[in-house]
């Protein structure tokens, strides 16, 4: 609760990313219950960069079919919601390319989201869970809490990134409330819901970062919007990042593929031509974009900074010393003597920020500076997980028993007395390789068990879908068929909302068993399948639940639609004759529909009315639909 305040102030104070121009036109005229597609088209074409961007995004979503020409057709195909969630998309990444936080990377951050983006549409598109255009929305803006803080706090959130490992979203977000009583999570929670974005994609965001799905029910929509979300900044996270970083995050990658049930081969699928799109809307956007391998080089790379057999291994140093004669001695050594990759800090501040972001194996630093003296930089390091990993050699010109002791205790590995002899530097260092070594070979078998619980994961995935499936139609069986009318029910009951649901029949289908044997049987099945998953609307559900039964879930769907519905499926079964062999076999369906009325007390007694209408639509001479409205039946065209 102790961010209210805060946020009331920032709402009030003006100073978040908000749209302007045409963009906010746009929301303002999305947001009016008298507004037309029309009416949204005419502002948009006022502005020609916001147009181009529409029309293609709408391309991009038809997955083929005549290309979108004009506006209108593009602002048609999307809808308003999508219209008004690319429009403020689009507007900001424009307005906020740069600004006044010096420690905030303004085009890495839009690289970043545009990426998540984009993997978050492409996730849509496999697997279901939503409008790809609504969850490219989702991801571009899962991270805009960063940017929002940034924005409203330059210098404060510049101190906080200065200090703070920005890839560990956990770590920075306490560091945020500490500082500043609020968390970028919240704070884009918060600026998502001003904008009007349903709970089922603010929710996600606001979690994504959370290591454990436990606010999400398993197997719920908003469960699987939360851990495609993490996936997608997992896969943005890695399109920022070196070669020896991008090897660091593959285990996690590949980790929380397998939560969406995605094995290596299938996330290289989804992944290879996600970058070719990337390219193109950075390239569209002046958004900075960066080349990748295939992930198949990225996965069989070999480790970086892997063991070596040679007498004086490379190592990757941040040297310490506000002395500069020493510094240059001892970096001549460690560079010109010993090979090493050093790089070079005047006292202890300087030197965190350095480590931030290079991450080096080994640090050593001189115990007494100004400001931040070596113990206190070595304090700060161990706080992180990152900088518990780090190989820490002190060095002083004189050290008691007791000083030594303090050191090991605050966590410094070895020691060394100045001024530093070369032969003992390099010993120090081969000790130091020696536990670089051991950790590098603990991080490869981490990395393989990780591996193997990925696959583990996306097995069990699979065997859990497939206990869902349908194996001859692929469509959800009836126990998954089941589940989701449950679920539709209650989302029913809870909102005030209607839902109707169909039953299906192929008529006579032992006729066609008997005529064309059960080969037959089955091609009839999956024909009408098909058709059914075809012609259905995107937001209902086919579920095979009998021999020759199908089930179809109509959420938010009065009866007189799911009616003018299931006559439209009907019409598409007749139409299509069925090839068995070589020959071409009429099949037809009976349709009975129900809807939630007052008296219907559960979803079981929707099932049962909606099979009450499909008997009566069988008796009067099958190939017709028939409603249940008030509990009684009434028959549609035949």
């Excluded at 070719?276 to 002046?286: A, F, I, M, R, T």
């Excluded at 790089?343 to 630093?365: E, F, K, N």
């Excluded at 209902?540 to 009866?559: H, K, M």
Aim: aromatic residues 4%; charged residues 25%.
């Amino acid at each position: 609760m102790s961010s209210l305040p805060v946020l009331d102030e920032l709402r009030l104070s003006g100073v978040l990313p908000s749209p302007k121009g045409v963009a906010l036109a746009v929301m303002e005229l999305c947001q009016s219950e008298t507004a037309t597609l029309e009416d949204v088209a005419r502002v948009v074409m006022t502005d020609p960069a916001l147009s181009g961007k529409l029309i293609r995004q709408a391309n991009a979503a038809s997955l083929g079919g005549r290309p979108v020409v004009s506006v209108l057709e593009a602002v048609r195909r999307l809808g308003l919601a999508p219209v008004k969630q690319l429009t403020l998309g689009f507007s900001l990444v424009d307005q906020y390319g740069e600004g006044a936080c010096g420690n905030f990377d303004y085009q890495g951050f839009w690289s970043h989201s545009l990426l998540a983006g984009l993997a978050m549409q492409s996730l849509a598109r496999s697997n279901g869970m939503g409008p790809p255009d609504d969850l490219f929305a989702c991801g571009l803006f899962s991270g805009i809490g960063r940017l929002a803080l940034a924005t409203a706090y330059p210098d404060a959130y510049g101190e906080i990134l200065a200090a703070s490992d920005r890839r560990d979203g956990l770590m920075l977000a306490a560091a945020e409330r500490q500082r500043l009583q609020i968390d970028h999570n919240q704070l884009a929670a918060a600026m998502l819901a001003d904008w009007g974005f349903p709970a089922a994609l603010i929710d996600p965001v606001e979690h994504h970062e959370e290591t454990e799905s436990g606010h999400f029910q398993a197997g719920s929509r908003g469960h699987q919007i939360y851990e495609s979300l993490r996936l997608s900044v997992c896969i943005a996270d890695l399109g920022q990042v070196d070669e020896a970083a991008r090897h660091a995050l593959l285990p996690d990658l590949m980790r929380v593929a397998g939560r969406v049930g995605l094995d290596e081969d299938e996330l290289g699928e989804l992944l290879d031509p996600l970058i070719e799109q990337w390219h193109e809307w950075g390239d569209l956007l002046n958004v900075p974009t960066h080349q990748l391998p295939s992930f198949a080089e990225i996965a069989s790379a070999p480790p970086p900074h892997a063991a070596s057999s040679g007498e004086d291994p490379t190592l990757k140093i941040l040297l310490v010393d506000d002395e500069e004669s020493s510094r240059t001695l001892i970096r001549k050594m460690l560079v010109e003597s010993c090979g090493h990759e050093v790089q070079l800090a005047a006292d202890g501040r300087s030197a965190l920020a350095l480590a931030v972001d290079s991450r080096p194996q080994v640090v050593i630093t001189d115990w007494f500076m100004p400001g931040m003296d070596g113990l206190e930089l070595t304090r700060a390091l161990r706080a992180t997980d990152w900088g518990q990993v780090i190989y820490v050699v002190m060095l002083t010109a004189a050290a008691s028993q007791a000083q030594v002791e303090q050191a090991f205790t605050e966590g410094v590995d070895d020691y060394l007395i100045k001024p530093v002899a070369e032969v003992e530097l390099r010993a120090r260092l081969r000790a130091a390789w020696r536990y670089v070594k051991l950790h590098d070979e603990w991080q490869r078998d981490r990395a393989q068990l990780k591996r193997i619980a990925s696959e583990l994961a996306v097995s069990n995935r699979k065997l859990e879908q497939a206990a869902l499936t349908d194996a001859l139609t692929g469509l959800p069986n009836r126990r998954a068929g089941m589940t989701l009318l449950e679920q539709a029910w209650s989302a029913s009951r809870r909102g005030d909302q209607p839902v109707s649901l169909m039953m299906v029949d192929v008529d006579r289908f032992k006729g066609i068993n008997d005529a064309h044997g059960h080969a037959g049987g089955d091609t009839a099945l999956v024909a009408v399948a098909a058709t059914l998953r075809a012609e259905a609307r995107k937001d209902d559900w086919v579920c095979r639940v009998g021999g020759e039964e199908f089930l179809v879930i109509c959420p938010n769907t009065p009866l007189p639609a799911a009616a003018r519905t299931a006559e439209r499926l009907r019409q598409a079964v007749r139409r299509q004759p069925i090839a068995v062999g070589d020959q071409a076999v009429p099949v037809t369906v009976s349709i009975g529909i129900a809807a939630r009325e007052p008296l219907t007390h559960d979803a079981d007694s929707l099932v049962r009315d909606a099979d009450k209408a499909l008997y009566a639509a069988k008796h009067a001479g099958r190939d017709r639909c028939c409603l249940v409205r008030g509990g009684k039946t009434h028959l549609g065209p035949a």
